[in-house]
């Protein structure tokens, strides 16, 4: 089991460019979650997936920032045009479902640092 | 609106048992107890989770209250790669996880 994957591992871009961040969840997981961590605001969930579809987008920051998970092994965030204030680590998770016994397995992240 | 009070920061010597506490009072009663911690520049890990039994596995003992107020996650023997930030949360499940500020954990060699 190789564990949730993200690509990028570090992004470094310029304001006004478009930034897409990659997620491959633990295959039989129905369920995916796309996090940010800020030092000022924590860890925030910012969109989650079930069986591919989205359910809650409600932590999504703005217009700017898109989510889509094309098949159950696919996912990705994109922001257009990036800004500084979304220089963040980003988080993707997976698990098999949203019972309260289930558990969350995250992926090492990815750094965007936008300029 | 937390659901979880957690010390912001606490240190343990090498070696010794590490009890990290957290206060739930407002818990109810199908709403789970669980434990994450995350090691700089990764992702939270897992670590253990109970709902009124205590609970052990490789990682670390959940000791919980019997009115459920509070709980204690014991890592028997601390090292250094225990250092991180420790996260408490109640979760009923078809929710959001939602994560809180945590407890800093310091190894001391």
């Known amino acids: 089991d190789a564990g949730v994957i993200q690509s990028p591992r570090h992004e470094v871009t310029e304001m006004g460019q478009e930034v897409t961040l990659r997620c491959k969840p633990i295959?039989?997981?129905?369920?995916l979650f796309w996090y940010r961590q800020t030092m000022m605001r924590g860890l925030e969930l910012l969109i989650y997936f079930n069986n591919n579809v989205p359910i809650d987008d409600s932590g999504m920051p703005e217009d700017r920032f898109s989510a889509k998970m094309p098949n159950a092994s696919f996912s990705t965030l994109k922001i257009q045009p990036s800004e500084p204030r979304d220089s963040a680590v980003y988080f993707c998770a997976s698990s098999r479902g949203l019972e309260g016994n289930e558990k969350l397995f995250f992926g090492s992240g990815t750094q965007l640092s936008v300029l | 609106d937390a659901k979880t009070t957690q010390p912001p920061s606490m240190d343990c010597a090498e070696g010794r048992a590490a009890n990290l506490p957290c206060n739930h009072s407002?818990?109810?009663?199908?709403?789970?107890v669980y434990w994450y911690r995350q090691i700089h520049s990764q992702g939270p890990q897992y670590i253990i989770h109970?709902?009124?039994n205590n609970e052990t596995n490789e990682m670390a003992s959940l000791i919980i209250t019997e009115d459920r107020k509070s709980s204690t996650l014991i890592l028997p023997h601390a090292t250094l790669r225990d250092t991180a930030v420790y996260y408490c949360?109640?979760?009923?499940?078809?929710?959001?996880?939602?994560f809180g500020t945590g407890t800093r954990l310091t190894i001391i060699p």
């Open positions: 295959s039989g997981h129905d369920y």
């Open positions: 407002t818990i109810s009663g199908n709403e789970y």
């Open positions: 949360i109640v979760y009923f499940g078809n929710e959001k996880l939602t």
């Open positions: 109970g709902l009124k």
